[in-house]
């Protein structure tokens, strides 16, 4: 039986950085095969409010600037500092208490972010197209940690300009310089 080739894939996130720390994050998310899934307004739709409401799902986790493109988006999340600031309430001695003792809410993770808007996401598009299981997203997502307020304002800037340069997007199927940069890059 022939060996299956396994492909070297360079590390999307940086080693050793806590995905939770509180901070600013600029998030990609592509679709599955780069398919041009947003030009439907209904699904564009869907996505855009399951992104608005993040920040229900996760304590201490904030939106910034955000844009859906035809295939993929573009989104800034910022995660907060979140903890107890007083002491968990006493139980009286002879309350009795039924099962194990609630775990202190944990800062969420970036990924554990991107994981439930695209799981969300994948199961109201999948449901509105009547095509259960089908994949909505490429595997993975692109993060970048945002430093300080001058990388902050450039991405912000970026996610705004990005609908005007959809002709030179790398993601954009019909842009022959990406095409032939990701030739370039896989020989």
Same mark, same amino acid.
């Given at each position: 039986?022939?060996?299956?080739?396994?492909?070297?894939?360079?590390?999307?996130?940086?080693?050793?950085?806590?995905?939770?720390?509180?901070?600013?994050?600029?998030?990609?998310?592509?679709?599955?095969?780069?398919?041009?899934?947003?030009?439907?307004?209904?699904?564009?739709?869907?996505?855009?409010?399951?992104?608005?409401?993040?920040?229900?799902?996760?304590?201490?986790?904030?939106?910034?600037?955000?844009?859906?493109?035809?295939?993929?988006?573009?989104?800034?999340?910022?995660?907060?500092?979140?903890?107890?600031?007083?002491?968990?309430?006493?139980?009286?001695?002879?309350?009795?208490? +039924?099962? !194990?003792?609630?775990?202190? @809410?944990?800062?969420? *993770?970036? #990924?554990?972010? $991107?994981?439930?808007?695209? =799981? +969300?996401? !994948?199961?109201?598009?999948? @449901?509105?197209?009547? *095509?259960? #299981?089908?994949? $909505?997203?490429?595997?993975? =997502?692109?993060?970048?940690?945002?430093?300080?307020?001058?990388?902050?304002?450039?991405?912000?800037?970026?996610?705004?300009?990005?609908?005007?340069?959809?002709?030179?997007?790398?993601?954009?199927?019909?842009?022959?310089?990406?095409?032939?940069?990701?030739?370039?890059?896989?020989?």
């Amino acid at each position: 039986m022939p060996q299956q080739q396994t492909r070297n894939r360079k590390p999307l996130r940086l080693p050793a950085y806590d995905y939770a720390s509180p901070g600013a994050y600029f998030i990609t998310a592509v679709t599955h095969q780069r398919s041009l899934l947003f030009e439907d307004q209904a699904i564009r739709s869907i996505v855009q409010e399951t992104w608005q409401v993040l920040p229900h799902h996760f304590l201490g986790v904030s939106l910034d600037a955000f844009v859906v493109m035809p295939n993929h988006l573009h989104g800034i999340v910022i995660i907060s500092v979140v903890g107890a600031r007083f002491p968990r309430p006493s139980v009286p001695s002879h309350a009795t208490i +039924q099962g !194990a003792e609630t775990a202190p @809410l944990r800062q969420p *993770t970036l #990924g554990q972010i $991107v994981a439930c808007f695209k =799981y +969300q996401t !994948a199961k109201r598009i999948n @449901l509105h197209r009547a *095509t259960p #299981g089908m994949p $909505v997203w490429r595997r993975n =997502y692109y993060e970048h940690v945002i430093r300080d307020d001058e990388d902050l304002d450039r991405i912000r800037q970026y996610i705004q300009n990005n609908p005007a340069q959809w002709h030179l997007d790398a993601e954009n199927p019909e842009n022959n310089v990406a095409k032939s940069r990701s030739r370039l890059a896989r020989s």
